[in-house]
């Protein structure tokens, strides 16, 4: 198994479906991350959770919801997307603490027609 | 507010060179720089972590060093192969909160 699990992989979905993209982390850390990199454009923090509790929330519309029920899993749940919200949604995680080595998984590409 | 610039933005060399990716950043109250690989469409695998309070760290080919008084960091790459074409990213860790900021990072291919 690798450390950070992405599912699902690709995701295609209309402007009124609702989704949720799964991450879970075999590292033992405690501080979990979304973010959300576009095309040409630098990767953007959207949410931090450490221990359990949301750290970061970086004005990310509310149409995006995350969930983080325990330090292994993190979900980011999805609803009347807008087409300029296709993008490769990374999850990341890292011991606790700001400034720990960040790993990251595989992605989630995300297609909003 | 922290600013990452990544240069060059493509880099095309022959297999077996040896070559540097530059990475600047406009403050330098930082607690770590971290280079990350990208291969298309897949996450980021980190390659090597900077602390504020070392210089450089080394990992196989790799080499990187961390200047915070001119906002400089290097990337260099010994003997490069075909496997090593990716995107490179460097990412600074500042502040007391969790947020990396990335550069938009350089296409390396490396070609046979």
């Known amino acids: 198994e690798t450390g950070v699990t992405q599912t699902p992989r690709h995701l295609v979905m209309g402007m009124t479906n609702k989704k949720s993209l799964k991450c879970e982390q075999h590292?033992?850390?405690?501080?979990m991350y979304w973010y959300k990199q576009s095309a040409k454009k630098p990767l953007e923090l959207m949410f931090v959770?450490?221990?359990?509790?949301?750290?970061e929330n970086n004005s990310v519309p509310s149409r995006f919801s995350p969930e983080c029920p325990n330090s292994s899993h993190l979900f980011l749940h999805l609803h009347t997307l807008q087409p300029e919200d296709s993008a490769l949604y990374l999850c990341?995680?890292?011991?606790?603490?700001?400034?720990?080595?960040?790993?990251f998984g595989e992605g989630s590409r995300l297609t909003v027609l | 507010k922290q600013e990452v610039t990544q240069i060059p933005a493509a880099l095309s060399v022959p297999e077996g060179e040896n070559l540097v990716l530059n990475c600047s950043f406009t403050?330098?109250?930082?607690?770590?720089l971290q280079w990350f690989r990208q291969d298309p469409g897949k996450g980021l695998t980190s390659l090597l972590l900077?602390?504020?309070?070392?210089r450089e760290q080394t990992s196989g080919r790799l080499n990187a060093s961390l200047d915070k008084s001119s906002g400089r960091s290097t990337l260099y790459i010994a003997a490069s192969q075909p496997g090593d074409s990716a995107t490179y990213l460097c990412?600074?860790?500042?502040?007391?909160?969790?947020?990396?900021?990335f550069g938009k990072g350089t296409l390396l291919t490396v070609n046979p």
């Open positions: 990341a995680s890292s011991q606790e603490g700001p400034t720990g080595e960040l790993f």
């Open positions: 590292l033992g850390h405690n501080a």
């Open positions: 959770y450490s221990l359990e509790e949301r750290v």
């Open positions: 403050d330098s109250a930082i607690y770590n």
């Open positions: 900077i602390q504020s309070s070392q």
């Open positions: 990412a600074l860790q500042g502040g007391s909160n969790y947020k990396l900021t």
